[in-house]
């Protein structure tokens, strides 16, 4: 828990002393969502690379 809480720190000192609280939101819900997709694929649930442009080549064309 106090591995986070330093991490929580850390992030709002390096953000600009003008900071909003909708600001430090923003980035904490940015670091949450890039922690999970991590998690995801260090346990093999993400969408390999192939499949990905297969399904990108669908939104690109027209």
Do not use: C, N
Not at 23 to 45: H, P, R, S, T, W
Request: aromatic share 4%; net charge negative; no cysteine.
């Amino acid at each position: 828990m106090a591995e986070i809480k330093q991490q929580v720190i850390q992030i709002i000192q390096s953000l600009p002393d003008d900071v909003t609280l909708d600001d430090i939101m923003a980035e904490l819900y940015f670091k949450l969502q890039v922690d999970a997709g991590l998690k995801e694929l260090d346990e093999g649930e993400g969408i390999p690379h192939k499949e990905v442009e297969k399904r990108m080549s669908k939104w690109l064309t027209k």
